[in-house]
């Protein structure tokens, strides 16, 4: 195939443990390291990997955010991506909005694949790939695990509940993937200095032509209830009448 | 007043629990007509059991051939077709459901609100975020629709007894062909379901090996529990993928949970936390698992599981 589409969202890095602000308007990002998205990682790895196999000839990597999420287009770039493409918007998008903007792309480069994270680690809502597959009429496959393509069509297997899901589907499609997929490259040095002279392209949702979606309102955020600290046990007979003086044997 | 539409959740045979617990949820939103609505190629019996639901008014029977198995692009369509008459759609937060609500979502030109762990009004909701370690609240526009999955583990089952009628449905639209299914690779068990299971005995990378995480089998069946792990264990080979339990797997909520040999990265804690009680033995006196724990013994899990097996027993 001729191109692969991934996208790219920049996140608090997912090592950084996440703490609410005291007024409920959000979360600290001061000072807090950010990165790419670790599915968003697995699905460009993969998306690399296609191409290494010479399964398919251009790799873009595309990101809707702010200025600063130039940073992680250009690792990105330094990953393997052929170019990049920067949707320049700095209010939060709502997933339908963000399936609209990549709809728009997708009118514009016609690719053959779209390969994003399952969800994005800092609103874990997980809907973008499902509603772009809806709005494109085209299939998904959602939690791949692993990912074979043939002449017009791929067979996908798909974490599930209950086990492995395998299933087949026409393309163009979307694929999000999970953990297991891959495991991502690391960045060589080199590779970051070439980075910088491969092509990023910045545009905006006005000039796409993106009708942003709205109808759900944050309202506040709140740190979660702590659980009450518990009681240590210094053997296993300790153990056994803890349980037993909480009833559960 | 709210008319609501469950998308029940089955594996063809039996209804899972996440469908009860979606009514649970539904029921919340206060003055709610219930519906329960059932894609399979042949759902009587599934339709039976949704109908026994408490409080469910109506369920819709929507048997075709095409709906034998739950293809996201397949099923999305005709939930759409059907939302026209509800003001709410609701699927659980299992892997089925967040594959299907976002492309029902998305037909229907409006967002989804995922994981709704708590209900404040008919349009207001509380969801976790960053894992778990923030909890926002959304409120969802009067007149928008609203399409939304249910956290199941922050909502308890549905009572059984009831008699809801039964009626078929056949949603006018077209079904795509461009996906197939092909097959499901399962691990047959006769222990209780982890996500339903009042008992849960997780291991960790510390079991050492697949062979050693017998030990682990043995305790659970011991005290009629499901068997669960930590990622370590699984990227480790220990147990298969659907062992995990965490925010990358699966969110569970036991009446009571042991960890062994688990150290307690948050994104396992993220998947235990509304457990009832919840025991950990490790080695490591420091382990973050001992911070969430009710019960806390710093040992050795291979002489710890032993004892405390043949002490319960007798």
């Known amino acids: ?249 | 007043m709210s008319r609501i539409l469950i998308i029940a959740e089955h594996d063809g045979e039996t209804l899972n629990p996440s469908t009860a617990k979606c009514v649970t949820c539904a029921a919340g939103l206060g003055n709610a007509e219930i519906d329960v609505v059932v894609f399979a190629a042949d759902g009587k019996a599934l339709c039976e059991q949704a109908a026994a639901l408490k409080g469910v008014v109506r369920v819709l029977r929507a048997d075709r051939p095409e709906n034998k198995q739950p293809l996201a692009a397949v099923l999305a369509p005709q939930v759409a077709a059907l939302a026209a008459d509800y003001t709410h759609v609701l699927g659980p937060s299992s892997t089925f459901g967040k594959d299907l609500m976002p492309r029902v979502a998305a037909l229907l030109q409006t967002n989804q609100v995922s994981d709704i762990m708590q209900v404040l009004g008919s349009h207001e909701f509380r969801r976790p975020i960053y894992a778990g370690n923030a909890i926002l609240t959304v409120k969802v526009a009067d007149d928008s629709k609203v399409v939304a999955t249910v956290r199941i583990a922050s909502f308890q089952a549905a009572e059984g007894g009831g008699a809801a009628a039964v009626e078929s449905v056949s949603p006018d639209c077209d079904i795509p062909t461009h996906s197939r299914y092909v097959r499901l690779e399962t691990q047959a068990s006769d222990r209780p379901d982890l996500q339903t299971a009042a008992r849960v005995v997780s291991g960790g990378r510390a079991l050492g090996s697949a062979e050693k995480f017998k030990l682990i089998y043995d305790f659970a069946d011991s005290i009629g529990a499901s068997v669960g792990a930590s990622r370590a264990a699984v990227d480790a080979g220990y147990v298969p993928n659907d062992m995990q339990v965490g925010q990358t797997g699966k969110i569970i909520a036991p009446d009571l949970y042991f960890a062994f040999g688990i150290s307690g990265a948050i994104q396992h804690l993220t998947g235990i936390k509304d457990a009832g009680t919840i025991v950990a033995v490790n080695k490591d006196a420091e382990a973050p698992i001992f911070e969430v724990a009710d019960i806390g013994l710093v040992g050795d899990l291979f002489e710890v599981i032993p004892e405390l097996q043949k002490k319960l027993a007798s």
């Open chain 1, 1 to 249: 195939m001729e191109k692969i589409l991934v996208g790219i969202k920049r996140v608090i890095d997912y090592n950084v443990r996440v703490r609410v602000k005291p007024d409920g308007s959000g979360v600290v990002t001061d000072g807090v390291k950010m990165s790419i998205n670790p599915f968003d990682e697995i699905a460009l790895e993969e998306a690399l990997r296609i191409r290494e196999r010479g399964e398919a000839s251009e790799i873009i990597v595309v990101s809707i955010g702010s200025d600063a999420a130039q940073q992680q287009l250009r690792t990105a770039l330094a990953m393997g991506a052929d170019r990049a493409i920067l949707v320049k918007e700095d209010d939060a998008m709502s997933p339908l909005s963000l399936a609209r903007t990549f709809m728009r792309l997708i009118e514009k480069e016609s690719p053959e694949l779209i390969i994003m994270g399952k969800q994005a680690i800092d609103d874990d809502n997980g809907q973008t790939g499902q509603m772009l597959a809806a709005l494109w009429g085209r299939p998904q496959a959602t939690s791949a695990s692993k990912l074979e393509l043939g002449q017009g069509k791929a067979t996908v297997t798909r974490e599930v509940d209950a086990g492995l899901e395998i299933i087949e589907v026409d393309l163009p499609a979307v694929i999000t993937v999970d953990l297991r997929l891959n495991e991502p490259r690391y960045v060589k040095l080199p590779d970051i200095m070439k980075a910088k002279r491969k092509p990023l392209d910045i545009t905006s949702l006005e000039e796409l032509g993106v009708t942003r979606s709205g109808g759900i309102t944050p309202v506040s955020i709140a740190a979660p209830q702590e659980r009450s600290k518990g009681v240590m046990v210094e053997d296993v007979d300790g153990l056994v009448q803890a349980l037993k003086s909480k009833g559960m044997f």
